[in-house]
């Protein structure tokens, strides 16, 4: 499960990637691998604004449930409907079929500075050495 | 008496295995400076003492009174089964079933429960329990809030008076807001009621019957509000479900009410039963326990507590309420009743308790000054509103040995002389009778 | 075990109603009515007999296994304290009666009950005074909160939030959260007690409270208490007692004397009444002076002649926070337990539920780990770390003990330790019941160590095996379904 290139992470590891206008958004395999047996993926109906560094749902399992925080601020314009059948999906392809939610963003000063505090790819590479599991 | 088994020479043994010398030894982290003011407690006592005692207690409240007062609490027969069964030891000190190989009585239970309030209510999911029809409706409210995002409610305000000063005790330091609109001839006013709703509104909150006894269908009332994308709650009287039109037909999100009248003893006030049950896609959003079927590892059918990251012992501050322990045991009575009652029982229960109350009706609105609106449905109580008082009314009625009612001026102004009479399937024929009767007289006086 | 709809017969019927001997009305409209009947269960009263008699026998209940579960406080529930809440004049009581003119002469017995009970609680934890309202203990802790919110609104403070330790029970944070206050978490230091450096640093002029269990929930007396109430006290931040641990320091610390303002009880814990399967329970709440006037109404009022009212007349009360007066029933049943231990009763409750937690402590303690290597209260906790380096995690030890008998302790919780398992063996227990519990659990320890797999397959002998939790969570079936539907 490696990350493909040109996406930008949260500290609290969601990913986030820029497709023209909208930002799609899902969490990183650093954070799957704390997850084992997703039961349900709450997300929010397409329409509702979110706000950057705000949980914008959660991911649960039989014992625990995790936030999922926004890395932009911005109106929910698409939801992976697919997960409400198959939430296991974000475990076994974060990257790809388990994406969670696009974001479109804003404006575009605060969009374009919301997105450069993200961090890059060996920021966060070297955020999750810190961490420990 | 104490239910403590340890000899002295347990006590001293054990001691020494620990390594101290004393019991004291044990709370050396507890300075002095910190031991009690005082402990001026009673010193116990035996068994016959204290039943004696409490007898005589017991003994100083009116039970002898003939009781025609309900108002969401009612005077119902309880099976002499469901005591028996509901008071076994292996139902009563049991814990929450959080280890369900260890508990599948509790577990399965619940889920009958469960599966009870649903068929009753015609609702999708039950929870396995609230605190009480009250703390039940608050719960709904801040559930209705959660899933639309909103921050207004909109009460009738034929709703229980009782509930509703909950719900504004309870949101005090929230941001929810209330408005309350009454009801117009016993029922809800629809003009005002859609007059109050905006894009701010998270739900409606119903009552059937209403606090003044009074049946209708909400059916408009929905579907005007999911027009505006407004949920609708409605607190119920589950035995009035044995013939009246459901939460699940009128439509409603959100149906909650209070289960004492399934087979618990009135108890001054508790413990009772508050229920919830809702639409299937807003089954993730409900507080409480919830039970739910499984297999275990060879594929034999059993039941575990389930979506339990709702709940406060896992999202703490994000839970979707704090509840921790419900009402179980009075969970498990509800559903021994009901499965006693069956499904005949409970229609015949119902429309036993209803001719009654038409009975009670008529021979009360018959009497010289007494007013009672008998095009007004109502199930097994209803307004009388009397030529004084009706507080007068209930002081001088105790006396010749009845409970006349509840006195409808204590908490809605300008009816003072409206009184709440309810009828179960315990008030015979005669006691109907002789309550006119005492009425008419007191009445004259 | 089929469902009880399962054992439907159609035409069955459990129970006979009286004789009709009034006229039968003309029917409700069909516009009130519902269409059909609800499809509730068609059995005999022997069918339903025999359904829930069968399935009480497959609990474990206190008065079957010992349930050392830490922070429930299972201790037996006695006997007559179910026999004197059956007394007909408590139990057929109306709660409408006293709110009637004159009323409350009706209910003398019943107010009496609570006020002698509120004045008990009052004296075993040094407050000025208690309301039985609330029917849980979150419940309890939800109206302390209110109370702690009233009294900030009524001084003109600006609060935002609640201080708890990491080692908190859930309740305390979503309680806050109910009533409008973050949480800040403070964590607990190597000695096991809050880590009061980092508590003065988030104590600040927008503290509401601080919310503590003591003995924590790891077991441990909080022994800087009074350091922590004075530093509260000087920003006027109030103290919250979370007082499901009573059980530790009855008759030997009140929470009043030490500092704090607010304190919740648990009765379904400390006095003994039955904890039914979840409920129901009390959590009555004792204020100090400051606090009295915001509490909730009604509240029970003895005059000078003795005779008992409710008073509602209080401009600051928060208001109605139950129905009524409380769980009647459960507060009846606690002051007759109170009535049967008295003072010495009471003050050896502590006593002995401390001796036997530290008892079981040094039976264990070389073959289980104990992060906190010191004397605990009367609730020890232990890690399975040891064990599960071999594979073998708490969840599975909980099993293989059900399979012994016993009712595995708390496991996961508190949180801030790993592998938890929170033993609380109550006072009530006898020696040889201890003793056979440290016997199993060490025997699974050496299980654990030669044949993990054995302990991991754990439970063998019940019914059901390790259900399947996920799969409940995923695909939810939370009620019967009719036929046809």
Redesign the interface.
Known sequence: MSAPAGLRYAASHEWAKLDGVRVRVGITAFAVAEIK?V??V?LPAAG?AVKAGK?FG?I??????F?LYAPVSGTIRAVNAALAAS?ETVTKDPYGEGWMIEIEPAGSDAAAKEWGVLLDEPAYAAHCATQKH | MDYLPHTETDVREMLAAIGVRSVDDLFADIGPELAPKSFDLPAGRSEMEVRSFLRELSGRNATSLVPFVGGGFYDHYIPAAVDALASRAEFVTAYTPYQPECAQGTLQAMYEYQSAICVLTGMDVSNASLYDGGTALYEAAMMAARITGRQRIVMDSGVSPIYRTILHTYTRNLSLEFEEVEPTNGQSDRAKLFAKLDDRTAAVILQNPNFFGSVDDHADIVAEAHRRGILVIQSVYPLALGLLKTPGETGVDIATGEGQSLGLPLSFGGPYLGFMAVRREHMRRMPGRIVGETVDRNGTRCYVLTLQAREQHIRREKATSNICSNEALCALRAVIYLSLMGKQGLVDLAKLVRDKAEFAKDVIGRLPGVRVDRDLPTFNEFTVILPCPADEVVGRMIRKGFVAGFPLGRYYKGMEHGLLVAVTEKRTREEIVKFAHSLEAVLCA | MRLIFERSMEGRRGVALPRPDTPAAPPLDGRWRRAVPAALPEVSELDVVRHYTRLSQENFSVDTNFYPLGSCTMKYNPKFTEAVAGLEGFRDLHPLLPQLEQGCLLTQGALEVIHSLEALLCEITGMKAFTCQPMAGAHGELTGIMLVAAYHRARGHRRTHVIVPDSSHGTNPSSAAIAGYETRTIPTDARGVMDTAKFREALNDQTAAVMLTCPNTLGIFESQIAEIARIAHERDALMYCDGANMNAIIGRVRPGDIGFDIVHLNLHKTLATPHGGGGPGAGPVGVNAKLEPFLPISRVIRRKDGSFFLDYDRPDTIGYIAPFYGNFGILLRAYAYLLLLGREGLAKVSEHAVLNANYIRVKLRDVFEFPFDRPCMHECVASASRQAARGVQAIDIAKALIDRGFHPPTVYFPLIVKEAMMIEPTETESRETLDAFVAAMREIAGLAEKDPDRVRHAPETTRICRSDETKAAREPKLRWIPEGS
């Open positions: 047996d039961v349900f709450d509702t949980s959660a649960e399992t039989v014992k625990a449930a936030d939430p």
